[in-house]
């Protein structure tokens, strides 16, 4: 790599937007609240996300024997916008 190019990442990492940060709050007959969130490219990744959390969570209520099963998950952004 040269230096040139070095210098080129370099600006184009500086001139990147940030990632934004998704928090993923479950509902399951309880209330857990993602404090933390996830860097994530945008709200399609966040929806992808939700998909590949609460499928397995589905499935493991089903492996216990429990048909009754209600999750939701709320996502939102750094400033509180739901998506």
Not at 8 to 19: I, S, V
Not at 40 to 48: C, H, V
Not at 56 to 73: F, H, I, S, W
């Amino acid at each position: 790599m040269t230096l040139l190019n070095l210098i080129q990442l370099r600006f184009a990492l500086w001139l990147a937007p940030p990632m934004p940060r998704f928090f993923f709050n479950i509902h399951d007959g309880t209330f857990m609240a993602d404090d933390d969130g996830v860097k994530l490219t945008g709200i399609d990744d966040a929806r992808n996300a939700v998909w590949n959390t609460l499928l397995p969570m589905t499935a493991e209520g089903r492996a216990d024997g429990n048909m009754a099963c209600q999750l939701r998950m709320d996502v939102r952004d750094e400033a509180g916008i739901q998506g």
